[in-house]
């Protein structure tokens, strides 16, 4: 390596050594202001800044920055469960009910899965509600999005209801 290359090197090292302590300084005052403010955006506010101290950094070498000094953030969990996918290989089926003149109990039983929030996590329930005398004929609880487990309301059996429909085509 040439004195020219080593020389040339070290000012480049020496360079990037206090332009990465810079960005870490800006990081952790804007930090202070929005604590959950990430790299992506970190990068698009401090751009000026950076420009104005003479220094040049992409979003990849940002990221790296960070990275070394720990100053990423932990991606948080959701705040609420996604109970619907869309996007799988199951059949999707038309509403056979839509225009339906429902005029009896037991007629059209429709089916909906929700989530409760509770202090251990969240508790799915499932429910069978008869659309008729809008009961509920059937509920499931439980800590996953499974459907096992149905059963009847104290009192009902639970039963295909007349007309050939299925008491968990939802489920």
């Not at 040439?2 to 206090?18: D, M």
């Not at 420009?51 to 990423?72: H, N, P, S, T, W």
């Not at 251990?120 to 329930?125: H, I, N, S, W």
């Amino acid at each position: 390596m040439s004195r020219q290359n080593y020389y040339a090197r070290r000012r480049h090292r020496q360079r990037r050594q206090v332009d990465s302590e810079l960005v870490a300084g800006l990081v952790k005052r804007e930090r202070r202001l929005q604590p959950r403010l990430g790299t992506r955006k970190l990068h698009h506010l401090l751009k000026s800044e950076l420009e104005e101290a003479g220094v040049r950094i992409g979003r990849d070498r940002l990221f790296e920055e960070l990275r070394k000094r720990d100053l990423l953030l932990e991606p948080q969990p959701a705040q609420f469960p996604h109970t619907t996918q869309s996007y799988h290989n199951m059949p999707v089926f038309r509403n056979l009910v839509k225009e339906t003149k429902v005029e009896r109990p037991n007629h059209v039983w429709l089916s909906d899965l929700t989530y409760l929030r509770t202090k251990e996590g969240y508790l799915y329930l499932a429910l069978i509600t008869d659309q008729y005398s809008r009961k509920i004929v059937g509920s499931h609880a439980g800590d996953s999005l499974e459907a096992v487990g149905m059963r009847a309301s104290p009192g009902k059996r639970l039963e295909r209801p007349a007309g050939g429909g299925s008491a968990d085509s939802s489920l």
